[in-house]
């Protein structure tokens, strides 16, 4: 499948109006575009007097914004898998209707330790936009909890499938991910705070007593679940980032050093899993 037979295209420019009121274009000079794909949202964006870098990895709609763009000068196209792209060494905005098929990994992409991201306005699934907001709005998977140490994820408006061509089969949601000002942990607390989360994740205890007792106390457990009024039979995934980082910080402060080894690396076994798992689905592809 070409990352073109994936995509819907808006074709609504009054939807792409009201969709850029959102964004504070005054944050950055750099705007990126992931996927053009015919370049309505491209046209709204280069009146935004920035420079503007769309990337585009189907051949034909690259040719094509290519001849409709040729007198453009403050947009620069690249024919590129933006999994693939680099993105600039200076602060950046992203305005996109992504690829739903790739939504996750470029998520993880432009929030990754190396980018300059300062705020990014996606156009994905309402799925996954729920489940990047996480708790108590949905399950909240590693990722919403890994995003939030450094963003702030808002859901902007829910977008009617008939601004589509095709029409998605799925509702569909405009979000931001906006770059804290000051990160909720430095990188080593971060990284603990990771390996934890993982920990208690992947050892499938659904309930949070149950989770927590390989690594805290009875007590320790009574009391902070009674702080934060969360009772001991509430699934992991229905808890707010902020209440895990209270329980987090109770675990650093009083778990005992045992505790705190059981968890050491689980973070980047979880990486190293991902890349395996991501080298056998490309080699079935490929076979």
């Known amino acids: 499948m070409k990352l073109s037979d994936s995509q819907n295209y808006i074709n609504s420019r009054q939807l792409v109006h009201k969709l850029l009121r959102f964004v504070d274009f005054e944050s950055s000079n750099i705007i990126l575009e992931i996927g053009p794909g015919k370049g309505i949202i491209t046209d709204a964006l280069v009146r935004q007097k920035k420079k503007v870098i769309a990337i585009e990895d189907d051949q034909k709609l690259f040719s094509r914004l290519q001849e409709k763009y040729a007198c453009v000068t403050n947009l620069s196209l690249i024919k590129s898998d933006f999994l693939k792209y680099s993105t600039p060494d200076e602060p950046f905005i992203i305005v996109s209707n992504i690829p739903f098929n790739i939504t996750a990994d470029i998520v993880r992409k432009i929030t990754d330790e190396q980018s300059r991201l300062h705020a990014a306005y996606l156009i994905m699934q309402e799925e996954a936009a729920t ?33 589509y061509s095709p029409s998605p089969k799925y509702n569909t949601a405009f979000i931001s991910i906006q770059r804290r000002q000051s990160p909720i942990f430095n990188k080593y607390t971060a990284d603990q705070f990771k390996d934890f989360l993982v920990y208690l994740f992947k050892r499938r205890k659904p309930h949070i007593e149950e989770a ?58 979880l990486l190293l899993e991902q890349s395996q798992l991501k080298k056998l689905n490309r080699t079935r592809k490929d076979d």
Not at 216 to 230: A, T, Y
Not at 243 to 267: L, M
């Open 212 to 269: 927590l007792k390989s690594l805290m106390s009875n007590l320790q457990i009574k009391i902070i679940l009674s702080e934060l009024h969360i009772t001991k039979d509430v699934n992991i995934k229905k808890i707010v980032f902020t209440d895990w980082v209270n329980i987090f910080r109770t675990f650093v402060s009083h778990a005992p050093e045992k505790s705190k080894k059981k968890i050491q690396g689980c973070y980047e076994e």
């Open 131 to 163: 489940k990047f907001l996480g708790a108590p709005y949905a399950h909240s998977p590693l990722l919403s909890h890994f995003l939030n140490i450094n963003f702030e994820i808002k859901k902007l408006m829910e977008i009617d499938k008939l601004n």
